[in-house]
């Protein structure tokens, strides 16, 4: 169910308690939870992500995203939990995980990194950043 867009970067739709065991098998060091509180009915809470994280020693953020878009708290966020992950490797997470595939890639090109280049890591894992191209470009260095 995960899926790796990069070396360090995998994605996923939601994640439960006891995929924290298989996230730290693969050598991840930071869980980002996309998902807000209460999307869906039965969802696991951020808190007992974070509980389950903390407990198998990986670091964990929130960083919520909604359907209504993304802001610039959020790319700071997930640019904090991507620097704080250092060279270890980030399991991001939501409903789906296109959320978190799209702020990973307007973050990363805010940063400076080729448009081009991060749509091909996302398509080769399955997502379509076609939705946030014009964004992309906008932030791009910015």
Request: some cysteine; charged content about 20%.
């Amino acid at each position: 169910m995960f899926r790796q867009v990069t070396d360090t970067l995998y994605v996923a739709p939601q994640i439960g308690v006891g995929d924290i065991k298989q996230a730290k098998a693969l050598g991840v060091t930071m869980v980002v939870n996309n998902r807000p509180e209460g999307e869906e009915p039965g969802q696991p809470t951020g808190a007992e992500i974070e509980a389950a994280a903390t407990a198998a020693g990986l670091s964990y953020a929130a960083v919520p995203v909604t359907h209504a878009g993304f802001a610039p708290w959020q790319l700071d966020g997930m640019a904090e939990a991507l620097e704080q992950a250092g060279d270890g490797k980030v399991l991001a997470f939501c409903r789906s995980g296109t959320r978190s595939t799209l702020l990973w890639a307007l973050t990363r090109a805010r940063a400076g990194d080729d448009a081009d280049a991060l749509a091909g890591q996302a398509a080769a894992a399955g997502y379509d950043l076609s939705p946030i191209r014009q964004i992309m470009d906008a932030v791009r260095g910015g």
